[in-house]
């Protein structure tokens, strides 16, 4: 759809303006992110995603937040070397049968490998796309022969989070660089693959860093095709387990925020929504979020139940007027 006069698609967004659109009254920034949301898309429609991860734990980042990291010895997680490709792609179709339209794979690696587990990567691609689902992985870092052959594959999206804003990241990661991220995003963009780029609010950053990481993010150009917002899952046993709860209205800020700086882009309510009311996560989709996780599981955390979301989706369809 072509944008709007009023609604233009921006690059370079001034911070303190990211922060004052964050900021502002909470009814005049819903309104507002709600009239943009409905310039690009169609309101009533939600994006089912599931996710699965096909490579679980022993990570040798030290992402504070991440159970999966190899760091945090105090998680309990049981390690899953790489999953069979029939088997992903059997669970991938029982997603489809049950409504999802994108299946997202995460694997717990620093950076793609090389050989066969690459190459059985590359095959649940192909089966993925075979079913006439949207396919987006989540490896770590790529280079650039690595990018090539994903889009080869079919890939629709990678994902690649920037988590948080450049100033806060060396609190939460020591073991790579914000550049490292931007390496592999350029990557994925030169390989032509959609990019699918957001971060975790509630890790004690400002409202600072997360208007400065949607600056950073606002400026690819094109904007990323999709950006989670997920609330931080604090986990036993992960440095920022005993982080307080996020103010469920904070995410609505944040996708509100997401939603008028990028206003073309899928907004995704990430991890996070199973500590929210129907309510809550009615306002965030309200906000411009327009795509969920869908199914019981993150990657190892529990996600909003299925029933729960049957029950989310039963309560935004049209009523009939002769029940
Ligand atoms: N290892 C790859 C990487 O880091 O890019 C892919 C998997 S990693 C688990 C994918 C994303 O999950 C992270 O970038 C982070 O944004 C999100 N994530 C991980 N643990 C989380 C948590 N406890 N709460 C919210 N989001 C989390
Ligand atoms: C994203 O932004 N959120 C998803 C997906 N991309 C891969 C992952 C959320 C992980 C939540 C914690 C867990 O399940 O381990
Ligand atoms: Fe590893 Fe990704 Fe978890 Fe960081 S977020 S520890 S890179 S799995």
Not at 66 to 75: K, L
Not at 170 to 177: C, D, P, S
Request: with cysteine.
């Amino acid at each position: 759809m072509n944008a709007p006069a009023d609604v233009s698609i921006r690059h370079r967004w001034r911070l303190d303006e990211i922060v004052a659109i964050h900021d502002s009254p909470l009814l005049e920034l819903i309104g507002r992110a709600n009239a943009v949301h409905r310039r690009f898309f169609d309101p009533n429609e939600v994006q089912k995603a599931a996710l699965l991860s096909i490579k679980t734990g022993g990570c040798p980042e030290d992402c504070s937040y991440c159970p999966q990291s190899a760091h945090h010895r105090e998680v309990k997680l049981d390690r899953v070397e790489l999953m069979g490709v029939d088997e992903v792609v059997a669970v991938a179709k029982r997603a489809k049968a049950a409504g999802a339209d994108r299946f997202c794979m995460g694997a717990a690696w620093r950076q793609a490998p090389e050989g066969a587990k690459f190459d059985a990567v590359l095959d649940m691609v192909r089966g993925v796309r075979a079913l006439g689902m949207e396919a987006c992985v989540t490896l770590g870092m790529l280079n650039e022969s690595q990018a090539q052959r994903l889009a080869q594959a079919g890939l629709t999206a990678y994902n690649h989070n920037l988590d948080t804003g450049p100033d806060y990241y060396g609190e939460i990661v020591t073991t790579r660089r914000y550049q490292d991220r931007l390496a592999t995003l350029a990557a994925v963009r030169r390989a032509g693959i959609e990019m699918c780029c957001g971060g975790i609010i509630g890790m004690g950053e400002s409202v600072r860093d997360r208007a400065q990481m949607l600056q950073v993010l606002a400026s690819f150009a094109p904007h990323p095709e999709s950006v989670p917002i997920n609330a931080l899952v604090p986990v036993e046993g992960t440095p920022l387990a005993a982080r307080e709860p996020l103010d469920p209205l904070e995410l609505v800020r944040m996708i509100a925020a997401t939603r008028i700086v990028m206003p073309s882009s899928r907004v995704r309510l990430s991890a996070g929504r199973s500590m929210l009311t129907r309510e809550a996560q009615i306002l965030c989709l309200a906000a411009g979020a327009n795509s969920i996780f869908y199914g019981e599981k993150l990657l190892t955390a529990p996600n909003a139940g299925v029933n729960e979301d049957d029950a989310l989706f039963a309560a935004l369809a049209a009523r009939s007027p002769f029940p």
